[in-house]
């Protein structure tokens, strides 16, 4: 059965700290990997997305990574600010189309001042 | 362009009642999809339409959920009867292929809180 786990499920830092958020999936065949980002009461923000062959992509103070050997991935985000508090959804998908997707349950972060 | 937009945001109704979501894409976006989101569950595709066709409704959880896509910038989603485990948070997403080998990214809208009392 195709899984996508995330670690840790919550995680409270200090404001201007790093952190790295856990992915580690089963989804067979693998297309690619995403990590969405989402604030309390909105719908989820892509902030990359990476295919087999690439092992790392930033976007700004995030950075994800991707082992498709080990299928783990992680998402760094380094001097962390208040607007990081979010959650942070790992998802893994079969195909390019969008439909054969497999959702983690997401890492709920709080950066606090 | 105004991203995906859902409406109602929210919407309170009883059980019984038949509650219709609505979806407009992204101006020119050839897929739709329609989500539900709950604590217990996480995100779970419903149903994703390709030039307005549907194409995948296996993740519709019984034949009380409907969707429709009878233009390229439209969607809807009923649920009829609805019942209190229906509260969830809706979402519609659409995203545009530009190549085979391409991976189009979903741009999500702000979603739907439906609770049934």
């Known amino acids: 059965k195709n899984q996508v786990e995330q670690s840790p499920q919550s995680l409270i830092i200090l404001e201007g700290k790093n952190c790295t958020l856990q992915c580690n999936y089963t989804v067979s065949p693998f297309s690619n990997l995403r990590w969405y980002k989402q604030d309390t009461g909105r719908g989820p923000v892509s902030l990359t997305i990476?295919?087999?062959?690439?092992n790392t992509k930033s976007n700004g103070r995030y950075t994800a990574t991707l082992d498709a050997d080990t299928k783990q991935s992680s998402l760094h985000i380094t001097a962390s600010q208040l607007s990081d508090s979010a959650s942070y959804i790992c998802v893994v998908s079969e195909n390019n189309a969008g439909n054969m997707l497999t959702f983690g349950g997401g890492t709920r972060l709080m950066v606090k001042p | 362009d105004a991203g995906v937009i859902q409406s109602p945001r929210h919407e309170v109704t009883e059980m019984g009642q038949e509650v219709t979501l609505r979806c407009k894409p992204i101006s020119g976006h050839d897929y739709l999809f329609w989500y539900r989101q709950t604590m217990m569950r996480g995100l779970e595709l419903l149903i994703y339409?390709?030039?307005?066709?549907?194409?995948?409704d296996s993740g519709m959880p019984e034949d009380r959920f409907s969707a429709k896509m009878p233009n390229a910038s439209f969607s809807t989603l009923k649920i009829q009867p609805s019942e209190p485990r229906d509260s969830a948070v809706y979402f519609c997403?659409?995203?545009?292929?530009?190549?085979?080998?391409?991976?189009?990214?979903?741009?999500f809208g702000p979603g739907t809180r439906l609770t049934v009392l």
């Open positions: 339409f390709n030039n307005n066709v549907p194409i995948d």
């Open positions: 990476m295919t087999f062959s690439e």
């Open positions: 997403a659409s995203s545009l292929l530009l190549a085979r080998a391409s991976v189009p990214e979903q741009f």
